[in-house]
């Protein structure tokens, strides 16, 4: 069985992590949006300008965050990010036009636009949105989540609790998502388990290793090869288990020495 998209889910600290960027960004492109008077907006005074793309912009991220998470589902992030960046904008463009439409003749004209400038808001929004979608795809492609090894006198890994009886004690090497499951890959065999990867990681801190794709967990010690070719590397640990390494946690994975 290989990982489907779907049974891969992020943990809540990720997510919160996601959302506070996407609104930092969010917010830096308002200001600058503001500052410059951008898409007709120079002959409104900067207070007005201020009002009317902040609370905008940090909406649209809001939602864009929903969408995000919604999308990662179904459209691998690692492998097609330029698909991700196109639906994100798909899925972002029509809710925003709606919200810039209303909201722009309210803070400018005192009131609602007719209908029929609706259209007009769409290509605004589009490259604003697009152009959003992609800084933030490819920004958060930086860090995996990695766990530590649990210091002196601190409370071990939870996660080795949850290995079959066959496999209690047996040192862990990786963690692949499988459907809805986990298979636990030892120095004694593997096993399956009915758990997600998302909670898996938290649990698995106490233990040195990292996320090195979205369906992939590994001990840093495990590792004993490494193999590059297509922009991509694969790791081969104790036994002749490979895991691959995303694209997404490439450089990361690279700069904490894992190859």
Wanted: charged letters at 20%; glycine letters at 8%; one cysteine or more.
């Amino acid at each position: 069985m290989t990982a489907t998209v779907a049974s891969v889910r992020l943990p809540a600290r990720t997510i919160m992590v996601g959302l506070a960027r996407s609104l930092a960004i969010a917010a830096a492109a308002g200001a600058v949006l503001a500052l410059t008077g951008a898409f007709h907006t120079i002959n409104a005074p900067l207070w007005m300008r201020l009002v009317y793309w902040m609370p905008v912009m940090l909406a649209g991220a809001m939602w864009g965050q929903v969408c995000s998470l919604l999308i990662d589902r179904w459209i691998d992030m690692d492998e097609r990010p330029w698909l991700a960046v196109a639906a994100l904008t798909g899925a972002i463009t029509g809710p925003v036009s709606v919200l810039v439409w209303f909201v722009t003749g309210l803070v400018f004209e005192g009131d609602v636009y007719p209908l029929a400038t609706l259209p007009l808001m769409v290509g605004p929004v589009l490259t604003i949105t697009s152009v959003l979608s992609a800084i933030n795809v490819f920004v958060s492609r930086a860090q995996p989540i990695q766990t530590h090894a649990a210091p002196a006198g601190s409370a071990p890994a939870r996660f080795p609790d949850r290995l079959p009886t066959k496999l209690r004690g047996a040192a862990i090497r990786a963690v692949q998502a499988e459907d809805h499951y986990l298979r636990i890959h030892t120095d004694r065999g593997s096993d399956l388990i009915l758990m997600r990867l998302s909670d898996a990681l938290e649990e698995l801190e106490g233990l040195e290793g990292s996320q090195t794709h979205r369906s992939w967990w590994v001990a840093k010690d495990a590792v004993r090869d490494v193999a590059r070719g297509d922009g991509r590397a694969t790791l081969t640990l104790d036994d002749g288990v490979t895991a691959p390494v995303s694209r997404r946690y490439a450089r990361a994975l690279r700069e904490a020495g894992w190859y």
